[in-house]
């Protein structure tokens, strides 16, 4: 449903502002370009996805994950442990996909 609503958010017919308004968004918390999310710009209080997470949602350590289920560090501990399960190693499965991407 999400999926959703960010097509028709992002059809220039259905989202006239959309077009009209050229303005680069700018993140307020980091202060790059918010590229992704651009459609939901307002809805993250003006921040990338990420920059309105750790500012209002993720607590203690960013390198760390958080209790929140969106945090995309507990993501990766699921993911993690499904792939364990699996019988794989997620560290040589990032090994292998480095070698691959850089040709190693
Ligand atoms: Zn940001
Ligand atoms: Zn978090």
């Keep these: 449903m999400k999926q959703l609503e960010r097509l028709l958010a992002s059809d220039p017919d259905r989202n006239p502002a959309h077009t009209l308004n ?6 307020v918390r980091c202060g ?6 651009a459609t939901e710009y307002e809805v993250f209080e003006k921040m990338h ?8 949602e993720h607590e203690g350590d ?4 958080c ?3 969106s ?3 507990w ?3 699921v993911l993690q442990r499904q792939i364990t399960a699996l019988g794989h190693d997620p560290k040589k499965v990032i ?10």
Excluded: G, N
């Design 75 to 77: 993501q990766l501990q």
């Design 62 to 65: 960013p390198d760390a994950a």
């Design 22 to 27: 050229t303005d680069p968004k700018i993140c």
């Design 32 to 37: 790059k370009p918010v590229t992704v999310h």
């Design 49 to 56: 996805w990420l920059c309105f997470h750790l500012e209002f």
């Design 67 to 69: 209790s929140d289920p």
């Design 95 to 104: 090994e292998q996909a480095i070698k691959e991407r850089w040709k190693l």
């Design 71 to 73: 945090c995309p560090w």
